[in-house]
């Protein structure tokens, strides 16, 4: 008894130019474990597929996505992060229609409801996901992702210098930046009775009790090793390892009131922590929920989060794909879309359209970083799967879990 | 065929579309995670089936703690669910009138249509630690000078209590409403006290209630992560986080498995104890 | 004939109701008074200044009125479902000594035990595996599977220790099994069906966990909340879910005061004894 699928399931992988001679070995490793109908279900969940490419392997690919009219196609991305009118002027000039769809609310949860037709090989009925660096990442080097025909995304031009190119996709060949953010210290000045410039300021025993970090060890962590002078970037899991064991003691000391995702905003506004790790695109907001609110980039330099764009594996419709990231690079609607989010955009020449239609957001450092801070953003750590796991073990035995 | 045989097949043609149901959407996905809690590997290489039971006695070893903590505080919740909600499906059942019965039950429920999330985020709106309601308590010395609700144990059991309350309340009053005024009264007569009708016979009635009540609350309190996460530090953590945690982001998905059978385990051995010690059974059967 | 004590413990009892009542919507309050808040910001969570600018138009966001559209529809149709299977079950469960009951007893308690990351990740194992695209229609399945123990457990409080004479006399005149049933039995359970269809609507629309792994590309108010978070809940958030509590207490006081209306006309139209 051999599974009836079993046969077209090869051919299509042999006939995808994409696969790895490794993967498919792991493919069909697993299609032989896969009789009957409860063996196929024991095997899509086991997750007996899968590669694991080098971490350090940069990838670079290019596609061929031939113009082609636009239909339907699909759009997901996090709630509230698209100025909605830009999808129907989108419609207008291109054609076809965009199903928008505001499902990603998580970065692991997402990836945990689409991993197993990724694993399979399966389109995901997503054109664009957006999803952040360290989930980007990880897609990039499974092989989770198409790369971008270049051609059709001749605005990926104006793509700021400093985003050009990122240690999981120096090319830009399959992500191209959506919005991007800071992880700086968020305070209440009038708590903290002084400016706080300095991520010492997290472990200031002045502030026992009152500080709060991300529990994400890419954002947490992270910021410990700029602290310690190093870049994260380039770090080691034994690096990060041991700036996971300061924030463990500083934890065991009662420094730390909560580790907090974005929940930290209701802490922060009413007052019950004074410092907290913090991202840039909120303090924007939150200053008018609690004046005494401040936000500042931590003189050794920020752990820098973009959000991308970027097609699954098996995407269906490329073309429209494509042409939407080209859109959303002309300076013109990422003006727009810069003005409605809020966040550091990543498109040249928006600051001097800005200037003449929202001068206050094109004079906002928090959307509009000067030079000096600009150039000392750093990335997240490079580490392979089974380093991020070891990581997140670490980090999950500080927040309790 | 015979009344008999009939009569033998009735209960399985009422009980047959549910257990289908719960065989082909629960048991089947649910024996495919006791595959994946005995294999070992990773997502990268793989996984092998390998009767890998040291992952649960690994597991119970590392988080014995949470697994106490998360038995203390939904037993606490539980406890003062029942306190709150036994007198309110009282009052219910037999104090008010007919037509705000209903309107009582349809109250219970109603803050569940606003998402939990919201809830949540409301209760920490209002328990700030320089709010109104943290000052009140420092004044009447419940707490100390920088004392706080927030972040605190209180907190969190607190804000199960007040999750699953009406899990508790409507249990209740469902089986306290099927009492026969008549029965008390006679029994007040009898006993000529009212705390010792109650307890000798609105009790006793009201018993499968409360155990309905308690189930529905402490079973699923002991799997719950929102309330930890949000209102509590990393010491009031439970083994619903961890079991969130290994599965969303360290990617540990035997370990996952493996500390949800143990919760299962304990959690229906409690059931039948907990069963036998009301009686219940034995009402079950008198009453067939 | 009803003494002093009698009245105060009435009267506490009340009091008692009453509090407990108002704790389960002190939260609630603060959400209603949010949707008039008059914010400057992406957040919502200092009060600064009245307004009714979001009460204009709120269904200005389609994507939010759509995910509150499509969380009511589930409720209502998986608490439809949940509800028959599960009385169906209780009433087999109380009512009928047979083979492999103690042990469908227990069963029924496991999905209460089964938490809820595990139970959705395996149901969308299952999905998958059949090929079957996650949406809608999942969601509806995986809440139908998680309520029905609700709804077991509830109506079993029901029947338990409840007198089966009234039905075995019924069938000893000659009533069917399911006439018994559905003309004894039913009505008599009525309020333990009511109480579970609230439950397990309740469970249903305020699911976050397990509808995030099945939903596919569906959105329900919970999962467009909890996303919502990263940005800030905007007030229209809070002005929905008022509005929906609103709505539902004027039907039932509608619903009240035509019981009331009616039952006052029986009694007049009823000659005096």
Redesign the interface.
Known sequence: MTDPNFERRLEELLASDRVSRRRFL?RT??AGLAVG??G???A?????????DDANTATVATASHPKEAIAAW?F?N????ME?KLLTDFDKEFGGKV????????N??FF??VR??LQ?GQPI??DIVVLTDYMAQRWVKDGYAEPIDKKNVPNAANLVENLQTIAYDPERSYTLPYQSGAVGIGYNIKKTGRELTSIDDFFDPEFKGRVTLFSEPYDAASTVLIQQGKDPEKATIDELLEAIEVISQA?DDGQ????TG??Y???L????AWVCMAYSG?L???????PDLRFAYPEQGAVRFTDNMMMPAKVEHPYAAETMMNYLYEPQVAAKLAAY??YISPVDGIKEILEQTDPEIASNELIFPSDEVAANLKNYPQLT??EE?QM??AM?Q???? | MSLRRRRQLVPWLLIGPGLLWLAVFFAIPLANQLYVSLQTGDPETGYQFTWAFGTYTDAIADYQEQFLRSIGYAATATILCLVIGFPLAYYTAFKARPWMRNLILLLVILPFFVSSVLRTVSWQLILFDDGWIVARFRDLGLLGDDGRLLATRTAVIAGITYNFLPFMILPLYVSLERIDRRLVEAATDLYASRASAFRHVTLPLALPGIFAGSLLTFIPACGDFINAALLGTPRQSMIGNVIQSKFLFVQDYPTAAALSFILMTFILVGVALYARLLGTKTLTDSAV | MRTRADRVRAWFLGLWTGVALLYLFIPVFVIAAFSFNDNQGRFNFTWQGFTLRHWENPFADPDLALAMKNSLLIAGISTAIAVVLGTFMALALVRYVFRGRGATDMFVFLPLATPEVVLGASLLGLFLTMAVTTGFTTIVIAHVMFTISYVVVTVKARLEGMDRHIEEAAMDLGATEWTAIRKITLPMIAPGVLAAALLAAAISVDDYVITSFNAGQTTTFPLFIFGATRQGVPPAVNVLATGLLVIILLLLALNVMVQRRLAARDRAAMPSR
């Open positions: 792991g490793a697993g109908g409860l196929a279900f024991l899509a969940c086991g997750g007996v597929e899968g590669t694991a699909t997901a996090w709630p509230l992060y909605k199903k928008y769809v505001e499902e990603i609310n998580d692991y949860e945990s409801k197993q037709q399979n009925g997503r934890n730390f009131r909560r580790f974005n929940d905003t209701t802490d506004t009413k007052g019950n909120d924007v907001q939150l200053e008018s929920d609690n989010v809020n799967p089974a796991r997140r073990e999950a500080v927040t309790g879990a």
